[in-house]
């Protein structure tokens, strides 16, 4: 099991957006994560900055990897991308956070 982490930008005043779409996220995208090996996934908010951090287990990093040439993972990334910063093709552009101290 590998802990990562990233971070992401939320747009500004989508705070509740952003949080209604995650109580409401697609099952198709749940079950997707979850066969891919994700789990103890939390997305964190600092409202300061809009950033969002979040981090997740994982077990497969291919299978995570893999994840960007799903379909409906790529309908979600659109279906964000208006109140999340994006590339021009919907992705979240994300930033890779490496780990310089856990405590068990």
């Not at 994982?58 to 790529?74: P, Y």
């Not at 659109?78 to 979240?92: H, L, N, Q, R």
């Amino acid at each position: 099991m590998e802990r990562v982490a990233f971070k992401m930008v939320l747009r500004p005043g989508c705070t509740a957006e952003y949080k209604r779409r995650h109580e409401e996220i697609w099952p198709e995208i749940s079950s997707l994560l979850k066969d891919a090996g994700v789990s103890d996934y939390s997305i964190y908010l600092d409202e300061q900055t809009d950033t969002l951090f979040a981090t997740m287990k994982i077990t497969d990093r291919d299978a995570v990897d893999a994840l960007s040439d799903k379909k409906v993972m790529r309908e979600w990334w659109k279906y964000m991308s208006d109140i999340t910063v994006s590339d021009a093709e919907g992705v979240p552009i994300l930033t890779t956070l490496n780990e310089l101290f856990h405590l068990i």
